[in-house]
Nanobody
Framework: VQLVESGGGLVQAGGSLRLSCVVS????????MGWYRQAPGKQRELVAR???????NYADSVKGRFTISKDSAQNTVYLQMNSLKPEDTAVYYC???????????WGQGTQVTVSS
């Protein structure tokens, strides 16, 4: 299983970006899909997660601004980010997890920079 992320970049505060993560390989075993981020000098943190049944959860700091979704037919998970703030600046990582097969995989990360 491999993850390929895209959609990061530089945007002004208040702007929007959409991140995409295409999953290739044995996707039938995937349970949760999510996005994490890591800012310089900080720990990696969960941004948003979507379960196999479509349930979602978000970090408090992004609720109401970010939306996670997935297209199962395209094996892609998205993160729509609106009303971006400078504190959203970080490397964003796609993450997938299989509880039954006991593995989790990280993407290579995509940089999101929000200027004030």
């Amino acid at each position: 299983v491999q993850l390929v992320e895209s959609g990061g970049g530089l945007v002004q505060a208040g702007g929007s970006l959409r991140l995409s993560c295409v999953v290739s390989g044995s996707t039938f075993s995937i349970d949760d899909m999510g996005w994490y981020r890591q800012a310089p000098g900080k720990q990696r943190e969960l941004v948003a997660r979507i379960t196999g049944s479509g349930g979602t959860n978000y970090a408090d700091s992004v609720k109401g601004r970010f939306t996670i979704s997935k297209d199962s037919a395209q094996n892609t998970v998205y993160l729509q980010m609106n009303s971006l703030k400078p504190e959203d600046t970080a490397v964003y990582y796609c993450h997938i997890q299989s509880y039954g097969y006991g593995f989790d995989i990280w993407g290579q990360g995509t940089q999101v920079t929000v200027s004030s």
